[in-house]
């Protein structure tokens, strides 16, 4: 008996996907739990695993289809079997068509040898080709296309890796001719491209300007959006303060120290900024909120937003009741998030609902900047690096560690003095950070 594979419905806000990459075409045979397709969320990615063993009798979609959720992509049966009842309303084939097209998909022989001679272009790809070749520098003007309508897919990037073709991240932006690459293992660098251009010839022309337009992914839509809403609709103000970090680096020394010892986590400087700010939060109710145009929803416990870079780009997975965790499971709980996020495989249902966010730019030496809040959220805290500062002891200039700390609230749904000291006693927690484990 034939059975319908259809896109599953990944979280309830989500309405389709994206199919990445297909694993299996019509007419090959399919054991249970293998891997049928993988696609892709605003947020997340997922494959699709076969819930029974059989053939392939039809494909409904190709890659890079934006799919509705609930709505047939192929059949597994067995050979001969009718599957005009599974194709989706909107199709426009034939159940006769559906069958002349697996027949065509039958013939096609797929080229398995990479030519090293260029393409006349990159031509189109699909996101997980191109997830790949960002990561590996794989030289897509040499790349020969084995998908649907001359697509570039995974398979042809990881060809164009094995055989060392790849171009130096100097030489990439400048790589418009495919050119023998004189680097190692045949890359591409910079003084293979054309040789500078004198002011003379510069001048005597007006060249064409060359440029790649690439789609933007469904995850930079949503991010840009959101932002947009948020710049466009909120009235929001950052300030800015610092703290002594002394005692918390200490702090952080100690328990990095006998975290073997302890049974601890690897308690991180982000854990410890998390957990002070969960706990100070319980203060500041306009903070711990959302506004809703017509109402503020104020929220019981602290569910902490943790701004995290990704390859896809910028996910907030959420750690729900952080006040009420442990320093060392409020570490535990935010690695597990951020790792789920980084992967692409979190759940759609821990992206949202986040009462307030943190964000992390210190590790790349930010000493100040203005965090975006994620609407409708009332507030954002920024963790910037850690610089020296000079401060009067007994008279007597003394240097010390600070951290800095950016927060942006809404104007709307508070004022500046409460948003004040709000920060100044997520400073005084952090500052003295021992006392606040006695709390």
Do not use: W
């Not at 055989?163 to 495919?178: D, R």
């Amino acid at each position: 008996m034939a059975t319908v594979v259809i896109m599953p419905r990944q979280g309830q806000s989500v309405e389709s996907c994206v199919i990445t990459a297909f694993n299996k075409k019509v007419g090959d045979t399919v054991e249970k739990g293998e891997v049928l397709f993988s696609y892709e969320t605003d947020k997340s990615s997922f494959d699709e695993p076969a819930s029974v063993s059989g053939k392939i009798l039809a494909i409904f979609r190709e890659e890079g289809d934006d799919v509705p959720c609930l709505e047939n992509v192929l059949v597994i049966g067995e050979e001969g079997e009718d599957v005009s009842a599974f194709v989706p309303k909107k199709e426009e084939e034939s159940a006769t068509a559906v069958e002349e097209k697996k027949e065509e998909v039958k013939e096609v022989k797929v080229e398995t040898a990479v030519s090293v001679e260029a393409t006349s272009g990159v031509g189109s790809i699909s996101p997980r080709a191109r997830i790949l070749a960002d990561k590996t520098h794989a030289d897509l003007l040499k790349a020969v296309p084995t998908g649907p309508n001359g697509r570039i897919i995974e398979r042809d990037v990881q060809r164009l890796v094995d055989m060392g073709l790849t171009v130096s991240p100097a030489a990439k932006q400048e790589y418009t001719q495919s050119v023998e690459g004189s680097g190692i293992n045949g890359k591409v660098v910079l003084q293979d491209l054309n040789k500078p251009l004198t002011a003379e010839e510069v001048l005597s022309s007006v060249p064409a300007p060359e440029y790649e337009d690439v789609k933007l992914p469904n995850i930079r839509k949503v991010i840009a959006k959101s932002m947009h809403a948020s710049l466009s609709t909120m009235a929001q103000l950052t300030l800015n303060a610092s703290f002594d970090a002394t005692k918390l680096m200490a702090m952080r020394a100690s328990l990095k120290a006998g975290a073997e010892a302890m049974g601890l986590n690897n308690i991180t400087l982000n854990d410890m900024v998390l957990f002070a700010v969960s706990r100070v939060l319980k203060n500041h109710k306009d903070l711990n909120a959302h506004y809703l145009d017509d109402k503020m929803r104020y929220f019981n416990s602290v569910n902490l937003g943790v701004a995290v870079d990704t390859e896809r780009g910028l996910l907030v997975p959420t750690v729900f009741n952080a006040d009420r965790l442990s320093l060392n499971e409020m570490s535990k709980v935010t690695k597990t998030v951020i790792k789920e996020a980084q992967s692409g495989k979190i759940n759609p249902e821990l992206l949202k609902n986040a009462s307030f966010t943190v964000t992390n730019l210190g590790s790349l030496g930010v000493e100040s900047f203005t965090p975006v809040i994620n609407p409708p959220q009332t507030g954002i805290l920024g963790v910037c690096t850690i610089v020296r500062k000079i401060k009067q002891v007994n008279g007597q200039d003394v240097s010390y560690p600070a951290m800095g700390l950016s927060l942006t609230f809404d104007h709307r749904a508070l004022d500046g003095a409460p948003a004040a000291k709000f920060l100044k006693e997520v400073c005084n927690a952090l500052e003295n950070f021992d006392l606040l484990l006695t709390k």
